[in-house]
């Protein structure tokens, strides 16, 4: 199979493999969707609570959401938003794309035990991250 990487006469052009632009699809819904719900909650922070408790609005977790101070989901936010652009910088082929994403992750594993220590470690989260960490790293040579 030809490299991604070919030339056409003296310009060398780079093609973002599928398999890349699939990951960074997946980290944009995700991370994207992360984001723009803790900055609606941080936005509303105070209305969400006021439903949570006044028990018009029940689901499963509910507890430690009311446990949550705003400046989780501020925080959470601003590294989401982080990861989306380490994400959109590895689109472009961006090689410090990977190491913005990758901080940022490795962060966003963190912020949960110093907000709610009692909480058990998100091994899934982990995992996941991992995974992908590792998937974007094996497209590193197709960035610059």
Known sequence: M???NYQYGSQKTNK???FLSVLCILTFIGSGLAAFSNLI???NYDSFIEIAQSEE??????DLFLSLKVEFFIISFIFYSVSLFGAIQMW???KIGFHIYTVAQIILLIIPSIFAPSLEFPF???????L???LYAKNLKYMS
């Open 2 to 4: 030809e490299d991604s």
């Open 132 to 134: 992908f960490i590792v």
């Open 41 to 43: 909650i941080s936005l």
């Open 124 to 130: 899934l989260g982990l995992l996941i991250t991992v």
């Open 16 to 18: 973002r493999p599928e």
């Open 92 to 94: 472009k082929l961006k």
């Open 57 to 62: 609005l029940t689901f499963p977790g509910i």
